[in-house]
């Protein structure tokens, strides 16, 4: 691996991911991309983000749900919305990788700029079902009556959209430089590790 | 976790995961325990290294094997060699944390001491083929006309031993708290961040 640039960081729900990537950012002083590129995303194709929110980081979202935002639109359209997006997506990425250091949360990052780029650390950030439900009540204000399975349900959707849009696993070791458990090491410590990694390899 | 006292690594073979331990070791001044845990173990059980050389690691040797040396102890013995091996080895490594700081290579360290100490930085040391093989031809001598054997028996090996024993999986990250691919950080990276790690947490 060349000098670092880009860190991607994949995450299993309410483990920190996104917290740590803020802390990298800061750290290193370079912007941090999550929700910003589906904005971003959506401002190319002319729809609101109000409308795509759902298709974000979804493979397979309801085919009426989706007929019923293709019917809206003015432009030609024939892929699915979900699939329209995950291409932007995938062209506003490598467009902010191109204009400069930065870190990117989710949205296979680390797929789509392994092969065209060496400059890129992937991290994947994972914590026991314990840690995770309790910042997802503390944090994320989930309902602790059913937090299991909102848990389940985002991390199966983050699964099944980087399965399907890069024939990868999702989580699995090997595609990541480091993976790191939050709910042991803490998420201060995570971020550290990564500063370092990053600015001397 | 409190602050760290032991280091245990899990590595797939060739990885460079033995080397890593060595360098953390010898950086933070502690002991390294690897093979040392199986010759120690065979004192105990008054056998020679050379008898139990074959179930360092292996849980699943040959019927034949086991009986043939079971019959040439003078002692009483009712498991297996292999079984009888783990257990030994077990009580060696609870006794090495006992006695101090170390970093201990493989041997489901990280499992024997997850129930009964909670001082305990577990890392997974992975790579892909290319490195390994690589490194297995060039560190360990292998043949290259079947070096891609190797690596498969010598990971199944492990993974074997360690699934039989633990009832986990090997190499799942859930049971580490750093996993690190050392063909992409490099070796001496690794240790780093190890070093970092269990000094600041």
Known sequence: MGKTNIIT?????????????????????VPFYNKEILHMAAENLKMS??????????????????????SNLSTSVSL??????FIE??????????????????????NILKEI????????????SEFRVKRAIDEYGENPDDVYAVLRKHD???STYYNLNTGQKWGAKDNYDICLNSANIGIEMCAKLIVKLASES
């Open 89 to 110: 997506e995938r062209e506003v990425i490598k467009t902010l990788a191109q204009n400069g250091p930065c870190v990117i949360v989710g949205r296979c990052a680390d």
């Open 9 to 29: 960081i994949g995450r299993e729900y309410a483990s920190g991911g996104r917290e740590i990537g803020k802390l990298v950012a800061e750290t290193m002083g």
């Open 156 to 158: 199966k959707k983050r």
């Open 49 to 70: 983000a109000e409308d795509v929110k759902f298709a974000d980081e979804t493979a397979a979202s309801s085919l009426l749900y989706s007929m019923s935002l293709m």
């Open 117 to 128: 780029r060496d400059d890129v650390l992937n991290v994947f950030i994972y914590a026991d």
């Open 80 to 85: 699915p919305i979900n699939d329209r997006i």
